[in-house]
């Protein structure tokens, strides 16, 4: 199993960027797909984006398509999560987390691995 760190959330205007990180220990990192999901308050975790245990392919949900970027770093054991043009509807928590198989999925139920968050904030 992976234990997840995230860092890099706080506070930003409309329009501007952040880049969250999320560190990983333990084994075999590239054998895990690794998704960010957010959680807003009041609102159910979501999905945001996904990619698969090689680095090559990259799936984002529609709202954050365009504007987001997910990459990941398996010599160094850390994903990331570039985010660009923010919009205050972009406020919530973060998570970091991993899929025991290499394939993406937009499935929470499919990540059993779980960072504890970092809050970002978008003000307008």
């Known amino acids: 199993q992976l234990q997840l760190v995230e860092s890099g959330g706080g506070l930003v205007q409309a329009g501007g960027s952040l880049r969250l990180s999320c560190a990983a220990s333990?084994?075999?990192?590239?054998?895990?797909?690794m998704g960010w999901f957010r959680q807003a308050p009041g609102k159910e975790r979501e999905f945001v984006a996904t990619?698969?245990?090689?680095?090559?392919?990259?799936v984002y949900a529609d709202s954050v398509k365009g504007r987001f970027t997910i990459s990941r770093d398996n010599a160094r054991n850390t994903v990331s999560l570039q985010m660009n043009s923010l919009k205050p509807e972009d406020t919530a928590i973060y998570y970091c987390?991993?899929?025991?198989?290499?394939?993406?999925?937009?499935?929470?139920?499919?990540?059993?691995?779980w960072g504890q968050g970092t809050q970002v904030t978008v003000s307008s």
């Open positions: 333990g084994r075999a990192f590239r054998n895990y797909a």
């Open positions: 987390a991993a899929r025991p198989y290499i394939s993406t999925s937009r499935d929470i139920s499919d990540y059993k691995n």
């Open positions: 990619i698969d245990g090689s680095g090559r392919l990259r």
